[in-house]
């Protein structure tokens, strides 16, 4: 006996009682129970082989009276579990379903014992016996009701896996920078007492130390307004010759130290005069140090400040975009804040692809009455659908445009991608399907996308050629 060749049995007297033990067989008639024991193969599946196996024609119901099984499917090279399911139980091809081959392997836990019913036998079961197959094909209602429910866990799952990948790595660079910052600024503290010690020994009036810190505080405030010009790097290279040159003309001691940091704040030659012109000559060293601990001290400081408002804006955007401190109702949503938040869960997904990004919103676009998260699901799926489309080259575009048509607010998303087959864009919102390979992707992606906008009184279709494919979502202002 192979493990694709289950063992034939004799069949029993009970095997009718047994099939009375179903819950989903206590309306059915005792002789509608007989036909199904005599049309149906009695057979034995071993611990451990195949019950049914990816690929294969879905040929038969299978009627588990003992034993139990897990269901296995292949993803990425990984075999994954999908769950175990034991008897009492009914699987397989049930009346009036699709299916006509199996998706995934189904591997025995124990020796289990099967009544397998062939699928040419259901026509003459509607004629047999009505409450029969209206048991059945309850039993396939509630299997694509709980598949459904699995594959749309399955799709937040994975969009949520593809975000948090996203948010880990956007959140890395800003926390990376305040540790990075915090520890050279300890360091750098521990040399401001000797600093602070040769600047108090300095004979300088107040008027002149009032000058100091308008020259000072005037480049503080033309760097963080960006007032001046940044410098390219032949520029950069000039200008730090020309300082280098003038602190140790002026007899200040590891000059080429503290020069990058008069450069980093746009101090030219002239400010230097301005600083020289007010303080004795012995002064200029002490000075100049002085200066440039406060410099650095500046920019660690607006470092750290610039990374913390870096964590806390992604923080308020995944408020933003789960509401998570809201009961979920429906309000008056500006689509342009839930288009923004949704862009920053995905900007290292588009990052990572090098896509351009072209955004042509409307101005003064009315807010619309909806659920501001289930909207954040639908740019959430589109965004990503056309980022799995693009290409990783850098050739890859995306254009967001919003705009009102009479009474809606449209969005649309358009990739300039090879496009979806014609052949196929009439079922590319059904539920399940999916163009992807086994463990990409769920098929409930776009399905989502339908019965939010539904649930919404909106539309979305979709026109699509190679190299252009443009998805536009509309929702009625009132």
């Known amino acids: 006996m192979t493990a694709t060749s289950p063992q034939t049995l004799t069949k029993t007297p009970d095997l009718q ?10 309306e059915v008639d005792d002789d509608a129970l007989a036909w199904l024991v005599k049309q149906s193969s009695y057979v034995c599946y071993p611990k451990g082989t195949h019950i049914f196996r990816s690929g294969e024609p879905a040929d038969h119901m299978q009627v588990l009276l003992t034993g139990s099984y897990v269901i296995q499917r292949e993803s990425n090279g990984r075999r994954k579990e999908l769950g175990m399911w034991k008897a009492p139980y009914v699987t397989g091809v049930l009346p009036f379903s699709r299916m006509h081959e199996t998706g995934a392997d189904g591997i025995c836990l124990e020796d289990t014992k099967v009544l397998e019913l062939h699928r040419g036998c259901f026509v003459e079961m509607v004629n047999v016996s009505y409450d029969l197959t209206q048991a059945l094909v309850a039993v396939m209602t509630n299997r694509v009701r709980d598949f459904q429910q699995m594959r749309l866990m399955d799709e937040k ?26 520890q ?7 040399q401001t007492p000797d600093r602070f010690k040769s600047v108090v020994t300095m004979r300088v009036s107040l008027e002149d130390i009032d000058r100091v810190n308008e020259v000072l505080f005037d480049r503080i405030a033309s760097t963080e307004h960006d007032t001046e010009e940044e410098l ?21 001691d590891e000059a080429d ?4 940091t008069f450069v980093d704040w746009n101090f030219r030659t002239e400010h230097f005069e301005q600083l ?3 303080i004795p000559e012995a002064a200029i060293q002490p000075l100049f140090w002085w200066i440039e601990t406060n410099l650095t001290t500046e920019s660690l400081v607006n470092e750290i400040q610039a990374s913390s408002s870096r964590i806390a804006e992604l923080v308020q955007s995944i408020k933003s975009y789960s509401h998570m401190d809201q009961e979920p109702s429906l309000e008056m949503v500006n689509v342009h804040e839930g288009l923004k938040s949704t862009f920053i869960m995905l900007y290292h997904a ?6 351009r990004i072209k955004k042509e919103l409307g101005k003064d676009i009315p807010r619309v009455k909806a659920l501001a998260g289930e909207l954040n699901q639908v740019w959430t799926n589109l965004l990503s659908n056309a980022l799995d489309a693009l290409p990783a080259d850098g050739s890859g575009e995306l254009t967001l445009r919003t705009f009102q ?6 969005v649309e998303f358009e990739d300039n991608g090879p496009g979806i087959p014609e052949a196929i864009q009439s079922r590319i919102f059904e539920p399940f399907f999916t163009t992807k390979g086994v463990g990409e992707g769920t098929g409930m992606g776009l399905d989502i996308v339908r019965r939010v906008i539904d649930h919404h009184n909106g539309y979305v279709n979709v026109d699509s050629e190679p190299g252009r494919t443009v998805f536009r979502v509309c929702f009625p202002i009132q």
């Not at 890395?172 to 990075?180: D, E, H, L």
């Not at 050279?184 to 521990?190: G, Q, R, S, W, Y």
């Not at 040159?245 to 002026?250: F, G, K, P």
């Open 17 to 26: 009682e047994r099939l009375r033990a179903f819950d989903i067989f206590h």
């Open 157 to 182: 799952l994975m969009a949520l896996g593809k975000m948090s990948a996203g948010l880990a790595h956007e959140l890395n660079n800003p926390a990376s920078a305040i540790v990075r910052s915090s």
């Open 184 to 190: 050279e600024l300890h360091k750098h503290l521990v």
């Open 232 to 252: 390219g790097l032949m520029e950069r290279e000039e200008r730090l010759d020309e300082l280098l040159d003038w602190l140790e003309d002026h007899g200040v």
């Open 257 to 260: 130290r503290i020069v990058d």
């Open 276 to 278: 020289a012109a007010v």
């Open 350 to 355: 588009f990052k990572k692809k090098n896509v």
């Open 405 to 410: 048509e009479r009474d809606c607010v449209c």
